[in-house]
């Protein structure tokens, strides 16, 4: 019986694991990137990424020190609903976003859409 408990503990740990690890349905909106919640400062230009909150707070390894974040300096690839990619690296954390959703830089949104458009819905990203 202990077996069991202890093997049903440790699958449910790797799906966490994994259910983190990619995302579907969000949206992606871009924003103007400074020092990031990972400790390093990075610009407009830079192809980088702010994850939600519930999604990076709840990343396995991670504690209350946000710059020891394992999400911190990933690389992801994120998605638009037309099929346009992005490789971005994960630098932030987006306090406004819905689980699934990510901010961009300028230029990273770029790849995926005109600026005007303000907001893509129904994006996917994996870590990679």
């Known amino acids: ?3 069991a408990v202890a093997a049903l503990a440790a699958l449910s740990a790797a799906s966490a694991a994994v259910a983190t690890t990619a995302m579907t349905g969000g ?5 103007a990137p400074g020092l990031g919640s990972c400790g390093h400062f990075n610009t407009e230009t830079d192809f ?16 209350a020190n946000p710059n020891a974040n394992p999400m911190c300096g990933r690389q992801m690839k994120v998605t638009s609903a037309d ?6 690296t994960v630098a932030d954390t987006c306090p406004g976003c819905a689980p699934g959703s990510v901010d961009l830089t300028p230029t990273a949104f770029q ?5 005007s458009v ?3 819905h ?6 990679l």
């Open 111 to 115: 790849q995926l859409a005109p600026l």
């Open 1 to 3: 019986m202990r077996f």
């Open 48 to 63: 980088i990424v702010a994850v939600d909150i519930a999604t990076i707070q709840s990343f396995p390894g991670a504690t």
């Open 27 to 31: 949206d992606a909106t871009f924003y």
């Open 83 to 88: 099929g346009k990619s992005v490789t971005v």
């Open 118 to 120: 303000g907001r893509l």
């Open 122 to 127: 129904g994006v996917s990203w994996t870590l």
